[in-house]
């Protein structure tokens, strides 16, 4: 099914666990990696081809994920002419997707690349948002980059703050630009800002010493 201009409906698919990692699929018998993605059949609309996909991909089910945002409009990449077949040519163009941001309700276990007799991975990992898009094939690394940087402002929000206090050290930097070269800051504080503790914590118990005890002593004793 192909609009006018020869592009091919489709949804891709950005799957988060907790930490706000994307779901990363090798493609089989390849060294490509990607999100899954898969084309709209006719009488669809796009979550419900959403759906479809995520069960044959990678085996999930409606009630183990929670959908966070989707792009306002399609995305369009071309795909190159030795990549389509040559009865084809002249008519295919490329695809026209939907991305959704999709969070795991669910647990890795349910994860399942064998769902269908057709797999189209053969491992997958847990990677950073920011993906590696040199493992993407190149003619769809454009729209990876615009998914990505539409869908980002929806991550759910993290507590960095709690983080900080259990590594007791200064946060790293780490990176964040979809190319892979900006840097987002850690978790430094400004210059001139002071860290308050959370004032529901409970303070850690000193073990009390003779002098400690006997000054608390003479206080009392002065008091009464």
Do not use: C
């Not at 899954?36 to 796009?46: A, F, L, V």
């Amino acid at each position: 099914m192909l609009d006018r201009d020869g592009f091919r409906p489709n949804v891709g698919i950005i799957l988060l666990n907790q930490r706000n990692q994307v779901f990363w699929g090798k493609r089989i018998r390849t060294h490509s990696w990607q999100f899954p993605q898969g084309g709209i059949d006719r009488g669809e609309n796009p979550e419900q081809a959403m759906f479809r996909e995520l069960r044959e991909e990678v085996g999930l089910l409606p009630e183990h994920v929670r959908i966070v945002a989707r792009t306002r409009d399609w995305l369009r990449y071309e795909v190159p002419d030795r990549y389509i077949r040559r009865d084809a040519r002249g008519h295919y163009k490329g695809q026209k997707q939907i991305w959704f941001l999709l969070q795991l309700v669910g647990h890795d276990w349910d994860l399942n690349l064998r769902a269908t007799d057709h797999p189209e991975f053969d491992a997958w990992r847990w990677h950073d948002y920011w993906v590696p898009l040199d493992v993407v094939v190149e003619f769809k690394r454009g729209v990876y980059e615009m998914a990505l940087t539409e869908l980002a402002r929806y991550l759910p929000r993290q507590d960095f703050r709690n983080r900080f206090l259990r590594g007791n050290v200064r946060g790293r930097e780490f990176d964040r630009h979809p190319s892979g070269h900006g840097r987002e800051p850690g978790f430094e504080l400004p210059p001139g800002a002071t860290f308050e503790p959370d004032p529901n914590a409970s303070a850690p118990t000193q073990p009390a010493t003779p002098e400690a005890s006997a000054s608390t002593q003479s206080i009392q004793a002065t008091r009464t």
